[in-house]
């Protein structure tokens, strides 16, 4: 699997091609009891995307939620690669990714489906945030200045981390509402691979429970440092 | 299945759980025929099923992996009344809670009555061994002498057999489920071991928080710990790694554990043990048959068929309340064998 949020031991993790990374997974899932992996996988399947999205797209919704996790985009989406143009970064030529668990189109076709209208404002604030080291701030700024796009921006940060759904009227109500109703605070789990993918336990240098990626003995040792599971 | 129809067997068995599955799949092994009356779903090929359960679960609790589901789709606990075979939860023990009222009959499986919840939970196939930690302690001789140790408290007994009784089968016990353990560091309090023994894996490395706990021990003194009145310094307390029913390597055909962290609710690689383990190789014996779905609500015993070791015929049909009704068997059970002079065996089922 090649967005694994922990180093590879250096002899291996080295000179690994994509495609190795494709191997290592296929034989990852077809071994005996990877249960985990198989059930994670089998089940999440998704929508069709939507007729709208366009790999720009793809690439501007990699670029918001680097901006709102805090979270490498190649981390987020592994094999994405933002090539620099003269201005900015080049939409064109830049790469959304290309690993085989795919949770951002999965995540993609949830919130478009859900909002699509605002997703729109969301990518559009993305593509003219400028070109320059502050650019996650500036997005966070922009984001922030209607109830609509901050909160979805919320829902989406929630979904990254936790692989669950709240609903940004929800999350509206529950920061807004002296006495929010109590349903504001539920929420539905999107996917089995939307919760093994969940972000929340691996900025904790683990792993969500049920869905470790580590090898036998891990325990013993203390854990790699958090840059090596969020890049950042 | 009708009440009218017969199926002949040599051992009918109640219940998938732990002991029903090892004891199924040794007689299968015996080409001996057996059915088992489950009340549950049918054991799956793989763990497919309850991995998708789990990982979909807003709440993960011990048994969120399996079934019968007890929430509606609104979220609410269902009737139990209206269920074939229902089961507690443990969300119901937040009483008024968001998951249900342990003290509402119409959503809670147990109907209780006292001040306080049956704080845990049990499940249908595979039992509560389903959703278990892999703990393969042995008893130390004492406990088995626990009226002779201890005569100040009445609720104490001894047990008519002792530890060297089960030595042999503790082994047997620890080959089936494959546990990892250390024998050296497991020789404490009497527990010895048959000459040549060997744990089926070795023990699971500490963890970070087994050495951190360890060296805090060593470095207590006597000064800081004698309000414990433990009569020994704390120094001499061991951290020793727990025996598990979890793979240190790979054994019969399952992984070593990849530290999930998640024995309880279920063990996405089975590198933990499970029934399903066991009960699925008893079905490949060709032996056993289990009958799913099926609650043993009367059990007719024929005294002339069973002596003769030959014929054992049981009945099943109308729903009601498995548990309660095979603790009632378990009785008449025990008192037949009684009656006839056989060894009575009876399961210790944490849930009943």
Redo the contacts between chains.
């Keep these: 699997m090649s967005h694994l949020p922990y180093p590879r031991p250096k002899s291996i993790a080295q000179g690994k091609k994509e495609d190795e990374m494709v191997g290592a997974f296929t034989r990852r899932t077809v071994l005996a009891g990877a249960a985990a992996a198989t059930a994670a996988m089998s089940v999440g399947a998704v929508d069709s995307p939507a007729s709208a999205q366009t790999r720009q797209d793809m690439i501007l919704f990699v670029l918001l939620s680097g901006a709102l996790t805090g979270i490498a985009e190649a981390k987020l989406a592994p094999g994405f690669r933002a090539v620099p143009s003269l201005t900015d970064i080049d939409l064109e030529k830049s790469e959304p990714g290309s690993d085989p668990v795919d949770i951002k189109q999965e995540y993609f076709n949830w919130v478009n489906k859900k909002r699509q209208a605002t997703l729109r404002r969301l990518l559009q604030i993305t593509k003219d945030s400028p070109k320059s080291s502050d650019r996650s701030q500036a997005i966070i700024d922009k984001v922030q200045a209607t109830p609509d796009t901050k909160y979805l921006a919320r829902s989406i940060v929630l979904m990254w981390y936790l692989g669950a759904w709240y609903d940004p009227d929800n999350l509206r109500a529950l920061a807004e509402l002296p006495n929010p109703p109590a349903k504001a605070s539920s929420f539905e789990v999107i996917s089995p691979k939307a919760y093994t993918q969940g972000w929340a336990l691996r900025v904790a240098q683990a792993h969500p429970m049920g869905f470790s990626e580590m090898q036998f003995g891990y325990w013993a040792r203390p854990p790699s440092p958090r840059t090596d599971f969020i890049g950042n | 299945m009708a009440a009218e129809t017969c199926i002949e067997c040599d051992v009918a068995i109640v219940g998938a759980g732990f002991a029903g599955a090892l004891i199924a799949n040794e007689l299968g092994k015996a080409r001996k025929k057996v059915v088992i009356l489950e009340a549950g779903d049918p054991v799956p090929p ?4 309850f ?2 359960r ?5 709440a ?1 609790v011990p048994e969120s992996p399996y079934t019968p589901e007890v929430f509606d789709a609104a979220g609410n606990l269902s009737d139990p009344s209206k269920m074939n075979a229902g089961r507690p939860t443990v969300l119901s023990l937040l009483r008024k809670g ?1 998951f249900g009222d342990w003290t509402d009959p119409k959503q809670s499986y147990l109907i209780q009555k006292g001040p306080r919840p049956f704080a845990s939970t049990y499940d249908r196939l595979a039992g509560g061994t389903a959703h278990w930690l892999g703990t393969c302690l042995r008893f130390v001789p004492a406990d088995f002498r626990m009226k002779t140790n201890y005569p100040s408290v009445p609720q104490f007994v001894d047990w008519p057999i002792g530890y060297d009784d089960l030595n042999d089968w503790y082994g047997k016990a620890e080959a089936e489920l494959g546990v990892s353990a250390d024998l050296e560091e497991q020789k404490f309090l009497g527990i010895h071991f048959p000459d040549g023994y060997k744990y089926p894996m070795p023990k699971i ?4 928080v087994d ?1 951190a706990v360890s060296d805090a021990l060593r470095s207590l003194t006597e000064n800081e710990t004698k309000f414990l009145e433990m009569e020994r310094p704390p120094t001499e307390i061991r951290v020793r790694s727990l025996p598990a029913a979890r793979n ?1 390597q790979p054994y019969k ?10 024995c309880i ?2 063990c ?4 933990k043990y499970d029934p399903t383990i066991t009960l699925n190789e008893a079905l490949e014996t060709g032996h056993v048959e289990i009958l799913d779905r099926h609650v043993a609500n009367e059990i007719v015993v024929d005294p002339l068929g069973f002596l003769a070791g030959r014929r054992y015929t049981c009945y099943c049909g109308r729903s009601v309340i498995g548990s309660v009704l095979c603790r009632d068997c378990a009785q008449e059970m025990a008192d037949y064998f009684k009656a006839n002079h056989h060894v009575v065996i009876r399961s210790l089922s944490r849930g009943l």
């Design positions: 793989n763990i497919n099923d991995m998708r789990f990982y979909m679960a807003p993960k968001g490395p500490r963890s970070l050495v240190s055909n399952r992984r070593a554990c990849a530290g999930n962290t998640n609710p279920i996405p690689i089975q590198a």
